[in-house]
């Protein structure tokens, strides 16, 4: 295998990745291809390695841009933007972890929240739904909690952590 076949494969398997993490394929590959370059890359550059329009790569690296994993770069004497990614995977999945806390779980959080303060348990149907409603909530808030302390914590606890989950 030869390195464009390597770049290949590893850009494509990273978008089935990205995917299972919650951004979508196109996203993950932008990524993958700013990870292996090892110089910021413009619009241009992207849509011609990933063979993807103008509008896919415009709007899936706008979209990095709003999760915080894609950087603009401005160099002098140049009209067009480039892009970086940061090239550290603890840093790439902190940010992935709270941006996904912050999309998913707080909305949850919050309906939750709201669910167990309602004046409910007068009938079975209704204690049964306090019931779930809080069990849920606790769940949900043990998550939320786990996130928030792993994009605290730096990468020796959290492997600490995940050494403790495995064993």
Known sequence: MDLEQAKYRFIQEWGVLGS??????AMAQIQALL???PKS???????EELKMSRGN???????LIDWGLVFKEYKPGERKEFFYTEKDVW????QV???RRKREILPVKQMLN???ELDLGKSEEEKEFMKISKEFKGFVDKMDGALESMSRGDKTWFMKVMMKLLS
């Open 20 to 25: 299972q993490w919650g951004i979508n394929r």
């Open 35 to 37: 990870l292996l370059s």
């Open 41 to 47: 890359l413009t619009t241009d550059e992207i849509m």
């Open 57 to 63: 790569a415009n709007m899936n690296v706008r979209a």
């Open 91 to 94: 840093k790439i999945t902190k």
């Open 97 to 99: 972890a709270a941006e």
């Open 114 to 116: 709201e669910m167990v």
